[in-house]
């Protein structure tokens, strides 16, 4: 970032912003967010529904068949989709912050809050508060579907842990979105693009479905996926079965994905006029 | 500001452009689309730094003291930076809190400031509702919140119907007799004349005439006189008459048979006067007299010897303001 010059050298050399202003930026732009919420409450929807939606389908849809191969029936496949569908959660929050910025970018707000005396940080922790409590609220609907369609919650501190792992992992995906955001031209793009990336990646997975009747070229794509270690991960915190390895997969992958992407987003960031 | 540069790649925006203000005035950079106006503004308040150069406002450096420069300016962008889905009242709210206002504070200046700008019925509606002048007020507000000393203002009335960018100018003036510096970017000569002080001609990145706006006025030869007789066939006489008045502008008198009009090149009020009188003297009623100020095509023909580099917008040919009828 430094080798840059000009653009950045002003973010070090100037008056430093005691912590208790970025608490007080952070919170009004928080407060912003959540007004945006108010006046467009269709914005929820996403959130609302999409745990809603996709638990009936698949459980209903894809249930019988896939819980077959589980070793039971419908009842096996809830066991097995809750946790998977936990893990998407991360993303759909990654994918808020991505489109969010973009669109203060383009509508010339962000312009506004640059010629302001603030951290520019302030602006992305209020977006990922607000996006983390969107996700928290999906997740809430989820578990009461999950539950109501027959999922057992056998193990709190699991379940927990696995809302965490979600968020963990969620925000690394952030970055990639960020970046995405930062760099394309509007909010469409980047939910398109987003789209394509993620809809492979999910369904590459083994997120819905166990890998074992896949052929073997995609079954060795999924073994490497982070999505599938995510979903697995999940599944053993939630339910029960070995975590280790999926939980240290999903860890090094959140890692190598912010080192990589953090710096990009941040340097598109500050770079973008 | 001294020798400001800014290049894209091989583009360069601003090449060296020189800029003194003085505390309290209007200063109006005029130019035309892609002339580096909005570049100038942008490197002026933080967003962008300069490629060379540098550049001193309100006693801080642009690049070295952006967070002490931050305090001390406010923006009123091209394209009116609200937040639309936030109401106004919540917009001002925000930037009050941004700009370490307590609750309170923020809370009164939100009220104090949506009064001044007559915008405390629409408080709660959401700005996405706003007609596009209560939106450009509803900017202008926003960038006088932490009552800054220098205001930036990047094409104000761009887009805005006449009765709409009349009310800004209003707007702007006000402010101006509290003793904010502005710092305005127009593409209308008629905008700079109504609220600038001293005026900065640029054109491709380049500073191509400065000075006061009287001084500039004269240099590209004053306004035009457009002069309708109610008979089409009073045209020529008419014309005659004016011919032997021996008025010189910068251009000769000349005749508009289509639309049936004289235009007349005026430097003075004196000459306007004459002009008048003489048409009076022979008893040729007329339908209308208008004075033309120069458009920003002719401003640049008779200041460079060519068109403005980007015409591409649709920069009024004329303004005119109505004088007689």
Do not use: C
Not at chain 1, 145 to 162: K, M, N, S
Not at chain 1, 173 to 200: D, Y
């Amino acid at each position: 970032m430094s080798a840059t010059a000009p653009t950045t050298t002003d973010l070090r050399a100037d008056a430093r912003i005691p912590l208790r202003g970025h608490l007080r930026h952070t919170g009004a732009l928080v407060r912003r967010n959540l007004l945006w919420i108010r006046q467009d409450p269709e914005s929820m929807f996403d959130a609302v529904l999409f745990p809603i939606v996709f638990t009936l389908l698949f459980v209903y849809v894809f249930g019988g068949s896939i819980g077959q191969s589980l070793g039971g029936g419908q009842e096996a496949y809830v066991q097995y989709i809750v946790p998977g569908l936990m893990a998407m959660m991360g993303m759909n929050m990654a994918q808020g912050v991505g489109t969010g910025f973009n669109q203060d970018f383009n509508t010339g707000v962000m312009d506004r809050f640059r010629s302001l005396p603030i951290g520019r940080g302030s602006v992305l922790f209020a977006k990922i508060s607000v996006e983390m409590m969107r996700m928290l609220i999906a997740t809430a609907i989820l578990m009461v579907v999950g539950v109501l369609v027959g999922f057992d919650i056998t193990d709190w501190p699991g379940l927990f842990a696995a809302v965490g792992l979600s968020a963990v992992f969620g925000s690394a995906l952030m970055w990639i979105f960020l970046t995405l955001g930062v760099v394309m031209k509007n909010a469409q793009s980047v939910q398109a693009m987003g789209f394509l990336v993620l809809m492979p990646l999910q369904f590459g997975s083994s997120i819905f479905a166990p890998t074992r009747s896949m052929p073997g070229w995609l079954e060795s794509f999924t073994e490497y996926n982070p999505l599938s270690a995510l979903a697995d991960a999940a599944r053993g915190l939630m339910v029960g079965g070995p975590v280790a390895h999926d939980l240290w997969m999903t860890l090094a992958w959140s890692v190598g994905i912010t080192a990589v992407m953090a710096p990009v987003a941040i340097h598109k960031f500050r770079t973008k006029s | 500001m001294r020798g400001l540069v800014k290049h894209y790649g091989a583009t360069k925006a601003l090449d060296g452009v020189d800029l003194d203000v003085r505390e309290g005035t209007v200063m109006g950079v005029l130019g035309p689309n892609g002339a580096g106006k909005t570049t100038l503004v942008r490197i002026l308040s933080t967003l962008l730094a300069p490629t060379a150069g540098h550049a001193t406002v309100a006693g801080y450096d642009v690049v070295r003291q952006p967070r002490q420069l931050r305090r001390v300016i406010g923006l009123t962008g091209q394209y009116a930076s609200v937040d639309e889905k936030l109401p106004g009242w919540e917009n001002l709210y925000l930037i009050g809190r941004l700009l370490d206002l307590s609750r309170k504070e923020a809370r009164a200046r939100a009220d104090e400031l949506l009064e001044r700008f007559s915008l405390t019925e629409a408080a709660r509606r959401p700005a996405a509702t706003y007609s596009g002048g209560m939106r450009r007020r509803l900017d202008l507000a926003a960038s006088m919140i932490g009552h800054p000393a220098v205001l930036y203002l990047d094409e104000p009335t761009t887009g805005l119907d006449p009765r709409t960018r009349n009310e800004v100018w209003e707007e702007v003036k006000r402010l101006v007799g509290e003793g904010v510096t502005v710092l305005l970017t127009t593409q209308y000569m008629e905008e700079a004349e109504q609220l600038a002080s001293e005026l900065t001609v640029v054109d491709r990145g380049k500073v191509i005439a400065s000075g006061g706006i009287e001084e500039l006025k004269a240099k590209v030869g004053g306004r035009t006189l457009r002069i309708r007789p109610a008979d089409p066939g009073q045209l020529r006489p008419l014309a005659g008459a004016l011919d032997e008045l021996g008025i010189t502008g910068l251009a000769t008198t000349t005749v508009d048979t289509e639309r049936g009009a004289v235009l007349v090149p005026v430097l003075s009020d004196e000459q306007l006067t004459a002009v008048v009188g003489a048409v009076t003297a022979r008893g040729i009623t007329l339908s209308s007299l208008t004075t033309e100020l120069p458009s920003l095509d002719e401003v640049f023909l008779s200041l460079t010897g060519h068109r403005a580099s980007a015409p591409r917008d649709a920069a009024p040919a004329e303004t005119r303001e109505e004088v007689a009828v």
